[in-house]
């Protein structure tokens, strides 16, 4: 089972600043915060993962609780390109070959005009 | 572009076929993972390869199978198809320096009569 909570669905306005909240209360102190999106059809896209510290990079932010027990991811300026599942997940990183990912329902964020 | 390419994109069988699925991806990716998205749901971990062995394994029977090859490809198969195996299949590959980022195809659809 996922170790995440995600909100469904949302909705944000062309231009406006899209905050995602996800939840992961029983996380645990070496599982990293990944995220992902999924557009219609498409396979799964990364966008941006932290452990504790905030993050940035081209595409969003993150930004996780002190008590590491949620998040938010921030799209800045949300484009109609935008729209797609996003998914929050937790990971143990760094481990050899490691790679799996447990995906919750995620939420369906539709940016309209 | 996230340099993994699977095929076929779409294909038909009927119940109790094998089908082989297939994932290229560039040098540098040496572990690959399997996914199955069902219509509506998240992805499914199926299982993955890290030096052409099986290394982890999700809640899939035996009759789905992989291979991982030398060049960096890899081959999902599915024996006895059943209906509910009617499903997008995504690859997804890492890095050798683990970056914490999954790379994903674009999947194949399998769609089981």
């Known amino acids: 089972d996922a170790k995440t909570t995600q909100p469904p669905s949302m909705d944000c306005a062309e231009g406006r600043a899209a905050n995602l909240p996800c939840n992961h209360s029983?996380?645990?102190?070496?599982?990293?915060v990944y995220w992902y999106r999924q557009i219609h059809s498409q396979g799964p896209q990364y966008i941006i993962h932290g452990l504790k510290n905030n993050e940035t990079n081209e595409m969003a932010s993150l930004i996780i609780t002190e008590d590491r027990k949620s998040s938010t991811l921030i799209l800045p300026h949300a484009t109609l390109r935008d729209t797609a599942v996003y998914y929050c997940i937790v990971r143990v990183a760094g481990i050899q070959g490691a790679q799996k990912l447990v995906f919750g329902q995620g939420t369906r964020l539709t940016i309209n005009p | 572009e996230t340099g993994v390419t699977q095929s076929p994109t779409h294909l038909i069988k009927t119940r109790g076929q094998q089908v082989t699925l297939r994932c290229s991806s560039q040098s540098g990716h040496n572990t690959v993972s399997w996914y199955q998205q069902a219509l509506g749901q998240g992805p499914q971990f199926i299982f993955q390869?890290?030096?052409?062995?099986?290394?982890g394994r999700g809640n899939f029977p035996p009759r789905f199978s992989g291979l991982q090859f030398p060049n960096y490809s890899s081959e999902l198969n599915v024996n006895a198809l059943e209906l509910d195996d009617s499903a997008l299949y995504l690859c997804?590959?890492?890095?050798?320096?683990?970056?914490?980022?999954?790379?994903f195809g674009e999947g194949s659809r399998l769609t089981v009569l």
């Open positions: 029983t996380i645990s102190g070496n599982e990293y």
């Open positions: 390869y890290y030096r052409e062995e099986e290394n």
């Open positions: 997804a590959t890492k890095l050798v320096r683990d970056t914490g980022e999954l790379f």
